[in-house]
């Protein structure tokens, strides 16, 4: 006989607005847990449509434009930053990327002359990486790759009401995302 465990409820919400959904798991009789089917699709689909895309994605500006997605991310916040630099921490705060990658990526990108590394005029310890002209004009034409990708891979696949449906759902989890995942902002 399987027990079924306590509601799951949102994360980081307030306890007063807390939404709880049907129960996302059984535990069977040897004590191991199963997503139930509706939640095992929604699941294991959102984590394979993500391991597929990214790797394709991946694959395809790497062979196109020797960069990887983390990289293409790096440039474009450099491109769309004040007089195109920024502090390495704030790089790796606004990415996601941790701070020894981020440097990593950085050191292969000035080796290609796609950005340059200076030190911070009021922070001896800090420094600052700057997209340089060749490196604006890759981002640019990474991007045209990345954006067409997308639309392929993803939005082509889907009707308006479908993308609405994701656009909420994911809202719900991360609200601010999108600010803060444009390059512009």
């Not at 949102?10 to 004590?31: F, Q």
């Not at 997209?131 to 939005?155: K, N, P, Y």
Request: some cysteine; hydrophobic content about 45%.
């Amino acid at each position: 006989m399987r027990a079924i465990l306590g509601q799951n409820t949102m994360l980081d919400k307030p306890a007063t607005t807390e939404r709880t959904c049907s129960t996302a798991y059984e535990v069977d009789a040897e004590g191991l847990a199963h997503w139930t089917e509706a939640h095992r699709d929604a699941w294991i689909g959102l984590l394979e449509t993500h391991k597929r895309l990214t790797r394709s994605l991946d694959s395809e500006l790497g062979s196109e434009h020797g960069l990887s997605l983390s990289g293409l991310e790096l440039l474009a916040r450099l491109a769309a930053a004040d007089n195109r630099q920024m502090h390495l921490t704030a790089l790796s705060a606004a990415s996601g990327v941790s701070l020894s990658r981020v440097s990593r990526i950085i050191d292969a990108l000035v080796a290609r002359e796609l950005v340059s590394r200076t030190a911070c005029p009021n922070d001896a310890r800090a420094v600052h990486a700057q997209i340089s002209d060749c490196g604006l004009a890759l981002v640019r034409a990474a991007q045209a790759t990345h954006f067409a990708s997308v639309q392929a891979a993803s939005f082509d696949q889907l009707d308006a009401e479908e993308i609405a449906t994701l656009a909420r759902v994911f809202g719900k989890f991360a609200p601010h995302a999108s600010g803060e995942c444009d390059a512009s902002q």
